[in-house]
């Protein structure tokens, strides 16, 4: 069935340091791909999406880049902050079937 | 304020003791899911809706249902609760299934099937 490979699984790195997340989808339907910020105890909220017609979205220090042909896209959170430590998600959804596969997650830690 | 409601927030219950969680929106939105989150396997939908009576099995269907009579509601219901489906789940709405939208979620319910 389809599939959404997310990596790391957790990640470090110290503040101000980027902060790279890559995911890897199998369904070639798919055309939307958000990603989802979880702090703990919290609902997941969207941070930034990116459609399949578009190669990459900048949002202030966030960005997601996708790579169609090679299906897979990623989160760069850039001058990372103590605030951005939380688990990302990134999703995939089919267009045919409008039906959503999250990876894993990712759990970032900022280091002060 | 613009917001999904589940309720209620935790549940512990017994094996095979019917349960519903409610989920409702006041968004107007078309597409409504819920999904299953358990630790190292991420979020998994479970059953979607993209408009009034119309319903679709996601990646993990087995053991729950699902009725959108009205726009606004998107229950989950557990006819025979076993433990395997504790778990911690989220309701989600957003505009519409063509309409690459944000999904809103819902606070959480934590379930526990003893």
């Known amino acids: 069935g389809e599939n959404v490979e997310q990596h790391p699984s957790t990640l470090s790195v110290q503040e101000g340091d980027s902060a790279v997340i890559k995911c890897t989808y199998s369904?070639?339907?798919?055309?939307?791909f958000p990603w989802y910020k979880q702090e703990l105890g919290k609902r997941p909220q969207l941070i930034i999406d990116?459609?399949?017609?578009?190669g990459e979205k900048k949002d202030q220090r966030i960005a997601v880049t996708l790579n169609k042909t090679a299906k897979h896209f990623s989160l760069h959170i850039t001058e990372t902050q103590p605030e951005d430590s939380a688990v990302y998600f990134c999703?995939?959804?089919?267009?045919?079937?409008?039906?959503?596969?999250f990876g894993t997650g990712t759990r970032l830690k900022v280091l002060a | 304020e613009a917001q999904v409601t589940q309720n209620p927030r935790y549940l512990i219950t017994v094996t095979g003791k019917k349960l519903t969680v409610t989920c409702s929106q006041n968004?107007?939105?078309?597409?409504m899911s819920w999904y299953r989150q358990d630790p190292g396997l991420g979020l998994r939908q479970i059953y979607y809706?993209?408009?009034?009576?119309?319903?679709d099995k996601g990646d993990v269907p087995e053991g729950y249902k699902v009725s959108r009579k009205e726009k606004r509601n998107f229950p989950l219901i557990l006819e025979s609760p076993s433990p395997n489906q504790t778990s911690l789940y989220f309701c989600?709405?957003?505009?519409?299934?063509?309409?690459?939208?944000?999904?809103?979620f819902g606070q959480g319910t934590r379930l526990t099937v003893v």
């Open positions: 989600a709405s957003s505009l519409g299934p063509q309409k690459n939208t944000e999904a809103f």
């Open positions: 369904d070639s339907a798919s055309n939307y």
């Open positions: 990116i459609r399949s017609n578009v």
């Open positions: 999703a995939a959804r089919d267009s045919g079937t409008y039906k959503y596969i």
């Open positions: 968004m107007n939105h078309e597409y």
């Open positions: 809706s993209m408009n009034v009576e119309v319903t």
